[in-house]
């Protein structure tokens, strides 16, 4: 990993100072090969009180070893199960097709056995981020200081666990093959 800051120019007329910083990340992965990362940004201090920020990143994260290779173990969860609980029609369709008998059944209560592990498939996330912002220091009031800033985070191939109430109704409604197998 490696950074930089650069100050372009400090007390101007109609500015007081702007900055520039850059960094890059190396990574290698046994599992993913190599990736290189980088960032850029900016930083205008327009007076004293204001300052105006501005930041490019990508986005890379390698899975953990845990969400690759976990042993999968049986676990009792808590859901509703909505191909137990009256599904409609189209429910009904989907739910046989994910393999409930006749496409309902009478859920008797919320617990439901299930597997939970690692996958060797999962990818590296992936992605950018931009964020834009306002600082404002009032010299009339020492200590105090407002932000405002702006977020655009986009994320490919995302590393999560989804809930089991998320994935019982994904293969009720949608019948989500991905999902549901």
């Known amino acids: 990993f490696a950074e930089v800051q650069v100050p372009l120019f400090h007390d101007r007329a109609g500015s007081r100072e702007l900055s520039l910083n850059v960094g890059a990340r190396w990574s290698e992965f046994s599992s993913f090969d190599e990736h290189t990362s980088w ?4 930083r205008w201090r327009l007076a004293r009180e ?3 920020r501005a930041n490019y990143s990508e986005v890379f ?3 953990s070893l845990l969400e690759l290779y976990q042993s999968r173990a049986s676990v009792i969860a808590v859901g509703f199960d909505p ?3 009256g599904p409609t029609a189209g429910q009904q369709v989907n739910c046989a097709a994910n393999g409930v008998p006749g496409g309902e059944y009478e859920q008797q209560d919320e617990l439901i056995g299930t597997f939970e592990g690692g996958n060797e498939d999962l990818a590296p996330e992936t992605g950018r981020s931009i ?3 306002v600082t404002w220091l009032p ?7 407002a ?3 702006l977020f655009d985070i986009e994320l490919s191939d995302f590393i999560g666990r989804a809930k089991l109430g998320d994935v ?3 293969c009720a409604e949608r019948g989500a093959p991905e999902v549901c197998h």
């Open 39 to 42: 960032r850029a940004g900016v």
């Open 50 to 52: 204001v300052t105006l």
């Open 61 to 63: 994260r390698a899975p």
């Open 83 to 85: 191909c137990g609980n």
């Open 131 to 133: 964020v834009v912002g």
């Open 139 to 145: 010299a009339w009031a020492a200590g105090i200081s």
């Open 147 to 149: 932000s405002v800033d």
């Open 168 to 170: 019982l109704v994904q």
